[in-house]
T-cell receptor
Framework: DAGITQSPRYKITETGRQVTLMCHQT?????MFWYRQDLGHGLRLIYY???????DKGEVPDGYVVSRSKTENFPLTLESATRSQTSVYFC????????????FGPGTRLLVL | GQNIDQPTEMTATEGAIVQINCTYQ??????LFWYQQHAGEAPTFLSY????GLEEKGRFSSFLSRSKGYSYLLLKELQMKDSASYLC????????????FGKGTSLLVTP
């Protein structure tokens, strides 16, 4: 029972490079989310998806792109990484109802040099 | 906009009771969650409130007052392993089910 996984767990990249963070869930959850967590800001929503091929912006979407061609996968791409995107990125998923618990992946720690 | 406030840090003694408060001002309300997050780990679900009142789950209880925009998480019989950050999160009615998080309360349990 894998649940929700993220890869890579750690990533170091350079300014201007493209980076893709992967998220995979095995529950067939409809909703998937990407958050970033920074000191002093807490968790902030980047993008979310209600179903395959349906995505929407969150609070801090600039510089990020998402896609969801399959229900179980929700990759997050940094098109041209900047130092301000150094953060811990969490993927989460939940079922159809608004009141359902969101389950978080283990996180990806990204350092942009 | 959305505003969720909780204390930054709290300290309590092993075996004691601690109450972590959360106040919110959001556009609509579809429920309030509490998550626990140990250092270097992912948040894990503790409780959910959508109606006013107290929800009890073992050593942890969560209270909600929608009219006051207020919630608290009550931790009883504190253990050292309860040292963690506690995150209050609200689902506004226009958020598409996404959570709006407070900045979290870092709880240190001392012997």
């Amino acid at each position: 029972d894998a649940g929700i996984t993220q890869s890579p767990r750690y990533k170091i990249t350079e300014t201007g490079r493209q980076v893709t963070l992967m998220c995979h869930q095995t529950w067939s959850h409809s909703y998937m989310f990407w958050y970033r967590q920074d000191l002093g800001h807490g968790l902030r929503l980047i993008y979310y998806s209600a179903a395959a091929d349906i995505t929407d912006k969150g609070e801090v979407p600039d510089g990020y792109v998402v896609s969801r061609s399959k229900t179980e996968n929700f990759p997050l791409t940094l098109e041209s990484a900047t130092r301000s995107q150094t953060s811990v990125y969490f993927c989460a998923s939940s079922g159809l109802q608004a009141t359902e618990t969101q389950y978080f992946g283990p996180g990806t720690r990204l350092l942009v040099l | 906009g959305q505003n969720i406030d909780q204390p930054t840090e709290m300290t309590a003694t092993e075996g004691a009771i601690v109450q972590i408060n959360c106040t919110y001002q959001t556009s609509g309300f579809n429920g309030l969650f509490w998550y626990q997050q140990h250092a270097g780990e992912a948040p894990t679900f503790l409780s959910y409130n959508v109606l006013d009142g107290l929800e009890e789950k073992g050593r942890f209880s969560s209270f909600l007052s929608r009219s006051k925009g207020y919630s608290y998480l009550l931790l009883k019989e504190l253990q050292m392993k309860d040292s963690a950050s506690y995150l209050c999160a609200v689902i506004p009615s226009d958020s598409g089910y996404a959570l709006n998080f407070g900045k979290g309360t870092s709880l240190l349990v001392t012997p």
